[in-house]
Structures are given as structure tokens and as C-alpha cells.
């Protein structure tokens, strides 16, 4: 059996209505608490941050996370002398927090466990606003996902009317893939659209949790992690997401009620995101909040919690041993994913790559091809020695074993001679 290695990027969930990071930017810059001037303090924040920083440079909401993530950080640490987050935030008296906060709004909140758990922490009032504004942020997100993503029992998004088309598509192209390769699935999506496809066509996946099923059956199940058969079994269908997914949920104590974080595959996952208020440390005096994906600036911290760990150590033994990885819609903003396949390329050459990406025209074209040379190819051969022959919308580089298709992934599907 061969091993073909797939990497799901945000473009692979765009035909099934998935959001773009522009659309959930704009979306969360109206959410949540407002200041004392009645101004959303999602938006300030962008603002404040976006103002100095050049049209391409601007944050989105991975950059707002960050930013909310290292004010808890900065309220949390006892330390008063240790700003984590920008030369703006000289020390705590400093206008930037009056903006920024609005401490009134935790006694507005109804007492979720995850409200009521953040407001017997242990920390400052300052870092229980933003822990509950991170709570919001992410299940904003988690709604978004789930609107296109939800698959369970009683509640299908994936496979309605709508996209019959692509879901045809889809599972004519996994179906005929899986005859004589091991279909290893590692998605940055946090929906549920490739568990849909494997269920309809009957194809067992494991997904990293036990029970070994594709979608939990009762709405109180939570699937555990087996961290043992992410790290050991190879030679069967995976579907892993290196960032999480909208189902899982986190749990901050262990069966002894000690601090200790695990977590489960669910059937509707956690919309707060985190039942018990779980903080990790995984450097000195940075605090995690705990959610049930990775987004943001802190992924290479939160990558090394299970089982994001484990996952991402399972894609790096099968980039090394793949016959062909095929990237779909992925931008290669994720610098520690372009390491591993950088890494496995040089150890693997005969590997085959195929890149699936939508250019608009010709100098995105080109732009993407320099991105994926410096990205990926760097270090097997010098610039001047790159050769792409470019077809229609699509560029062959042979030296490399290859491919950039410029197509959406349904036009891919479409035209894909293996189908």
C-alpha cells in the first residue's frame, strides 16, 4: 500500500462555505464586551494594534488572539515589571488599559461553568476579563465552524442540498484513492467534512480517540485520546487535526478533581470552549488558556500539549515516509508545518508533492511559486537553479517531483485524472 499524505488548508473548506480569515476578522471585531465609550473591544483592539503597521502587515483574528491571550498573560504573571505584549503597554497604570477593559461586564455574564470557574480563579479582576473575552472570541469561532462543520446525529450541515456537487466530488476522489493507499488526513480545519465523507462511504478512520468511531453517537459521550496509537499506528486511514476542531471540548481537572487538562472528542463539542477554566503552562510565566483549538501566535506552545503534540509528531514520521503529499488551500502561514515538510523533502526526495491552490491571476501565480520555493524547496537546490514549467493554471518542477495546480479544490475534483 502506498502512503498518500494530505494537508488540509483553510481553501479546502471554502466549497463547503467554509470562512475565509477575512470574513472571521470582520466577524469578531463586533463581538463581545464594549468600553466605557461604548465601542467594541474586539475592534479597539485591532485598531490600536493595526494602526502602525503597513496595508499587508495588518492583523487578523489570529493577531487579535494573540493580543488578548498576552494581556491575560501580562495580568496573570505577579511579576509587575514583566510586559509580555508591545512597548505600548509600559506598566499597569498606562492608558492603554482603560480601552481595553471594562471589568463591570463580568457580573453582567449568566454563570456558565466556564464563567463561574474564571470567577473563582485566583488572579486579577484584569486577568478574568480577558480569560472571559478569550471565552467569547473562541466561541464566535466555534459558532462560525460549526454553521458549515456540524455533523452528528441529529444536526448534518455537511451533508445538505447545497453541496451535493463537491460531497460527490469528494468521495469519488477518496474512494478511488483508497484502494491501494493509506489515507493519512492531517486538517488545520477544525469542521467536520472529511469525518462526513469517510461515514458515507464507509471508510474506517482513526481520528486519534477511542472509542474508534467517526462521530460520537450520544450527546453526552466523550471520546478519549490515545496518545500511544497516534504515536504507533501507521498503516491505516488517519484523519487528524493538528488545530483542533469544533467538537472537542477541554476538561481542566482529572478524576481527582487536580489540575490536570485533558481533551475528548464530543458530540457538540464545548461552545464555551473550556468547561473548567484549564491554564497549562508550557514556557515560564506564559500561561495557556486551554481551548478546544490552536489558533492565534502562541500554535508552537499549544502544539506541544496533547494531543496536538502527538498529532504533529505523526505527521512529521509520515511526511518522511509518504509517496506523495498533496497540500490543499493551505497559504504556508504556519511556519512549524512548513519546517516538517521542508525537513521531510530533504530526507524524502522521491517524495511526490502536489500543491493545490487558487490564484485569481499570473503575479499571484508567481508569487506563490517564489512562496513555495523559499517555503519548501530552499534548501535542495540554489534560486537560479529552480525551473517551473508552467502549463494552464498549473506549474511543474521536475527537479522536485513538483506540482502546483492553480484550480479551487471542487475544480481540482473535477479534472483530477485519477478520479
Given at each position: 500500500?502506498?502512503?498518500?499524505?494530505?494537508?488540509?488548508?483553510?481553501?479546502?473548506?471554502?466549497?463547503?462555505?467554509?470562512?475565509?480569515?477575512?470574513?472571521?476578522?470582520?466577524?469578531?471585531?463586533?463581538?463581545?464586551?464594549?468600553?466605557?465609550?461604548?465601542?467594541?473591544?474586539?475592534?479597539?483592539?485591532?485598531?490600536?494594534?493595526?494602526?502602525?503597521?503597513?496595508?499587508?502587515?495588518?492583523?487578523?483574528?489570529?493577531?487579535?488572539?494573540?493580543?488578548?491571550?498576552?494581556?491575560?498573560?501580562?495580568?496573570?504573571?505577579?511579576?509587575?515589571?514583566?510586559?509580555?505584549?508591545?512597548?505600548?503597554?509600559?506598566?499597569?497604570?498606562?492608558?492603554?488599559?482603560?480601552?481595553?477593559?471594562?471589568?463591570?461586564?463580568?457580573?453582567?455574564l449568566s454563570e456558565t461553568r466556564s464563567v463561574s470557574s474564571i470567577k473563582k480563579?485566583?488572579?486579577?479582576?484584569?486577568?478574568?476579563?480577558?480569560?472571559?473575552?478569550?471565552?467569547?472570541?473562541?466561541?464566535?469561532?466555534?459558532?462560525?465552524?460549526?454553521?458549515?462543520?456540524?455533523?452528528?446525529?441529529?444536526?448534518?450541515?455537511?451533508?445538505?442540498?447545497?453541496?451535493?456537487?463537491?460531497?460527490?466530488?469528494?468521495?469519488?476522489?477518496?474512494?478511488?484513492?483508497?484502494?491501494?493507499?493509506?489515507?493519512?488526513?492531517?486538517?488545520?480545519?477544525?469542521?467536520?467534512?472529511?469525518?462526513?465523507?469517510?461515514?458515507?462511504?464507509?471508510?474506517?478512520?482513526?481520528?486519534?480517540?477511542?472509542?474508534?468511531?467517526?462521530?460520537?453517537?450520544?450527546?453526552?459521550?466523550?471520546?478519549?485520546?490515545?496518545?500511544?496509537?497516534?504515536?504507533?499506528?501507521?498503516?491505516?486511514?488517519?484523519?487528524?487535526?493538528?488545530?483542533?476542531?469544533?467538537?472537542?471540548?477541554?476538561?481542566?481537572?482529572?478524576?481527582?478533581?487536580?489540575?490536570?487538562?485533558?481533551?475528548?472528542?464530543?458530540?457538540?463539542?464545548?461552545?464555551?470552549?473550556?468547561?473548567?477554566?484549564?491554564?497549562?503552562?508550557?514556557?515560564?510565566?506564559?500561561?495557556?488558556?486551554?481551548?478546544?483549538?490552536?489558533?492565534?501566535?502562541?500554535?508552537?506552545?499549544?502544539?506541544?500539549?496533547?494531543?496536538?503534540?502527538?498529532?504533529?509528531?505523526?505527521?512529521?514520521?509520515?511526511?518522511?515516509?509518504?509517496?506523495?503529499?498533496?497540500?490543499?488551500?493551505?497559504?504556508?502561514?504556519?511556519?512549524?508545518i512548513n519546517d516538517t515538510i521542508r525537513q521531510a523533502k530533504k530526507a524524502n526526495?522521491?517524495?511526490?508533492?502536489?500543491?493545490?491552490?487558487?490564484?485569481?491571476?499570473?503575479?499571484?501565480?508567481?508569487?506563490?511559486?517564489?512562496?513555495?520555493?523559499?517555503?519548501?524547496?530552499?534548501?535542495?537546490?540554489?534560486?537560479?537553479?529552480?525551473?517551473?514549467?508552467?502549463?494552464?493554471?498549473?506549474?511543474?518542477?521536475?527537479?522536485?517531483?513538483?506540482?502546483?495546480?492553480?484550480?479551487?479544490?471542487?475544480?481540482?475534483?473535477?479534472?483530477?485524472?485519477?478520479?
Open positions: 500500500m502506498k502512503r498518500t499524505v494530505f494537508l488540509l488548508g483553510a481553501g479546502a473548506a471554502i466549497d463547503w462555505s467554509g470562512p475565509s480569515t477575512l470574513y472571521l476578522t470582520d466577524f469578531l471585531r463586533d463581538k463581545g464586551p464594549k468600553n466605557r465609550s461604548g465601542n467594541y473591544i474586539t475592534n479597539v483592539l485591532l485598531d490600536k494594534f493595526n494602526e502602525r503597521l503597513p496595508a499587508k502587515e495588518k492583523l487578523n483574528f489570529e493577531g487579535l488572539i494573540d493580543i488578548v491571550e498576552q494581556c491575560f498573560q501580562y495580568w496573570s504573571n505577579s511579576s509587575k515589571g514583566s510586559a509580555t505584549i508591545s512597548k505600548l503597554l509600559i506598566d499597569r497604570n498606562h492608558s492603554f488599559w482603560s480601552e481595553v477593559t471594562n471589568l463591570d461586564y463580568i457580573n453582567t480563579a485566583k488572579i486579577t479582576d484584569e486577568a478574568k476579563f480577558f480569560a472571559i473575552l478569550l471565552v467569547k472570541i473562541y466561541a464566535g469561532i466555534n459558532e462560525q465552524i460549526s454553521n458549515y462543520g456540524r455533523c452528528n446525529a441529529k444536526s448534518n450541515k455537511i451533508g445538505i442540498e447545497e453541496n451535493d456537487i463537491i460531497n460527490q466530488l469528494a468521495l469519488d476522489y477518496f474512494s478511488s484513492l483508497s484502494g491501494d493507499s493509506y489515507l493519512r488526513i492531517y486538517s488545520l480545519n477544525y469542521d467536520r467534512v472529511i469525518q462526513f465523507l469517510f461515514q458515507r462511504l464507509d471508510l474506517r478512520a482513526f481520528q486519534g480517540f477511542y472509542p474508534d468511531k467517526l462521530i460520537p453517537e450520544a450527546y453526552n459521550d466523550k471520546y478519549r485520546v490515545d496518545t500511544k496509537r497516534i504515536l504507533t499506528s501507521f498503516n491505516e486511514h488517519c484523519i487528524y487535526h493538528l488545530h483542533g476542531n469544533y467538537a472537542w471540548g477541554v476538561e481542566g481537572k482529572n478524576r481527582n478533581q487536580l489540575d490536570g487538562y485533558s481533551v475528548y472528542n464530543g458530540y457538540y463539542g464545548n461552545i464555551n470552549t473550556n468547561s473548567a477554566f484549564a491554564v497549562i503552562e508550557s514556557e515560564k510565566n506564559k500561561p495557556l488558556f486551554l481551548s478546544n483549538i490552536v489558533t492565534g501566535y502562541s500554535k508552537t506552545q499549544r502544539t506541544n500539549l496533547s494531543p496536538f503534540k502527538q498529532m504533529a509528531s505523526a505527521f512529521d514520521m509520515d511526511c518522511h515516509q509518504a509517496d506523495e503529499i498533496i497540500i490543499v488551500g493551505y497559504s504556508f502561514g504556519d511556519l512549524h526526495k522521491d517524495c511526490k508533492i502536489t500543491i493545490v491552490t487558487y490564484a485569481k491571476d499570473t503575479q499571484e501565480e508567481q508569487k506563490f511559486r517564489s512562496m513555495v520555493a523559499k517555503s519548501l524547496l530552499s534548501d535542495l537546490a540554489k534560486y537560479n537553479q529552480f525551473i517551473f514549467d508552467n502549463g494552464n493554471k498549473s506549474s511543474f518542477a521536475e527537479q522536485f517531483n513538483l506540482t502546483i495546480i492553480f484550480k479551487p479544490f471542487k475544480e481540482y475534483l473535477a479534472n483530477c485524472i485519477d478520479c
